[in-house]
């Protein structure tokens, strides 16, 4: 969605915003707070944004427990 187009066109790939549902309702009304107005913007589900939270919060976790205690490990 592109509320304004801009003076001078210039090719700029999307934005992939989490926003409010009130928000995205009423882009053109919102999109100046995120600098989006001449923008397409995709708008991200609060679903897709929680699964990947949630992928890259607890990797790992419950597995390395004692990871460091008496072991080294080259990161």
Same mark, same amino acid.
């Given at each position: ?17 989490? $926003?409010?549902? +009130?928000?995205?309702?009423? #882009?053109?009304?919102? &999109? +100046?707070?995120?600098?989006? &107005? ?9 679903? #897709? $944004? ?16 004692? =990871?460091?205690?008496? =072991?080294?490990?080259?990161?």
């Amino acid at each position: 969605m592109v509320i304004r187009q801009p003076a001078v066109v210039v090719q700029q790939p999307p934005l992939y915003l989490y $926003v409010p549902p +009130g928000h995205a309702k009423n #882009w053109g009304k919102h &999109c +100046g707070r995120y600098n989006a &107005c001449a923008r397409p913007v995709y708008f991200v589900q609060e679903q #897709w $944004v929680q699964e990947r939270y949630d992928e890259r919060h607890s990797k790992g976790r419950g597995k390395d427990k004692h =990871k460091g205690k008496g =072991k080294k490990h080259d990161d």
